[in-house]
T-cell receptor
Framework: AQTVTQSQPEMSVQEAETVTLSCTYD???????LFWYKQPPSRQMILVIR????KQQNATENRFSVNFQKAAKSFSLKISDSQLGDTAMYFC???????????WGAGTKLIIKP | KAGVTQTPRYLIKTRGQQVTLSCSPI?????VSWYQQTPGQGLQFLFE???????NKGNFPGRFSGRQFSNSRSEMNVSTLELGDSALYLC??????????????FGPGTRLLVL
């Protein structure tokens, strides 16, 4: 069975610091997609970043970047210059190609302190 | 472009009743997926629809059902509600043009409380 593991239930950092959230996954498939979503207190699930497994280059979106290590099945999220608005639950998720189903990690609660 | 909309946003029901939740995808999106989020079980996949057909289904009892209409809007129904069905129900849509546009965009959710 495919699983996604987020080993950090909660993290807190000071505003403007850099923080890295960990995610590992288990699959025997070769074609898949990885995502990070954030869920602020409003409960709206917001896409942060996505990565196609066939791409070796790590995805970046402004202050957000990933470190994708396919062989190690690791997909960590780095948030640079963290802001108060980054406070949220962060979920790592995985999808097989042509499966249409997201498999989720348990989430990491990230608190940005002023 | 408007995002995914879900109605109602909040719902209170009693055990044994049934409930219908509605989801309107982003304009042009053809795939709609449903997820249940609870503190104990986290996020779990319910089902996914494309062109009015269910393509994938999660491990939920038959009390949970869904459908998709020709305009891509989707509904999910839960019959004979149980206390454990209390959850946030999230709907997501994706483009699914066949070119790998599989990224799912979520609505605000419907919070269901079963008493």
């Amino acid at each position: 069975a495919q699983t996604v593991t987020q080993s950090q239930p909660e993290m807190s950092v000071q505003e403007a610091e850099t923080v890295t959230l960990s995610c590992t996954y288990d699959t025997s498939e070769n074609n898949y997609y990885l995502f990070w979503y954030k869920q602020p207190p409003s409960r709206q699930m917001i896409l942060v970043i996505r990565q196609e497994a066939y791409k070796q280059q790590n995805a970046t979106e402004n202050r957000f970047s990933v470190n994708f290590q396919k062989a190690a099945k690791s997909f960590s999220l780095k948030i640079s210059d963290s802001q108060l608005g980054d406070t949220a639950m962060y979920f790592c998720a995985f999808m097989f190609d042509s499966n249409y189903q997201l498999i989720w990690g348990a989430g990491t609660k990230l608190i940005i302190k002023p | 472009k408007a995002g995914v909309t879900q109605t109602p946003r909040y719902l209170i029901k009693t055990r044994g009743q049934q409930v219908t939740l509605s989801c309107s995808p982003i304009s042009g999106h053809r795939s709609v997926s449903w997820y249940q989020q609870t503190p104990g079980q986290g996020l779990q996949f319910l089902f996914e629809y494309f062109s009015e057909t269910q393509r994938n289904k999660g491990n939920f009892p038959g009390r949970f059902s869904g459908r998709q209409f020709s305009n891509s809007r989707s509904e999910m129904n839960v019959s004979t509600l149980e206390l454990g069905d209390s959850a946030l129900y999230l709907c997501a849509s994706s483009l699914e043009t066949g070119g790998g546009e599989e990224t799912q965009y979520f609505g605000p959710g419907t919070r269901l409380l079963v008493l």
